[in-house]
């Protein structure tokens, strides 16, 4: 697998990385990314019911 030798290859200040150190930082990033999304899900839900219920009302 291109990703274990791309690990391997890698060499930090702390120590040498391993492909479950490389795995756990994509888990952790994706459930940053998921949570930033129903973040911005609720605020865009929240925005659409206040512009229903305070919405102008043009009568003429």
């Known amino acids: 697998m291109q990703l274990n030798a791309m690990a391997v290859l890698f060499k ?3 120590g040498d990385v ?3 150190d490389v795995s756990k930082s994509f888990e952790l990033m994706g459930k940053g990314m998921l949570g930033i999304f129903i973040v ?3 605020i ?3 925005i659409v019911m206040l ?3 305070t919405g102008s009302k043009n009568t003429k």
């Open 12 to 14: 930090s200040l702390m």
């Open 18 to 20: 391993s492909g479950a």
């Open 40 to 42: 911005m899900v609720l």
């Open 44 to 46: 865009y839900g929240v």
């Open 51 to 53: 512009n229903k219920s």
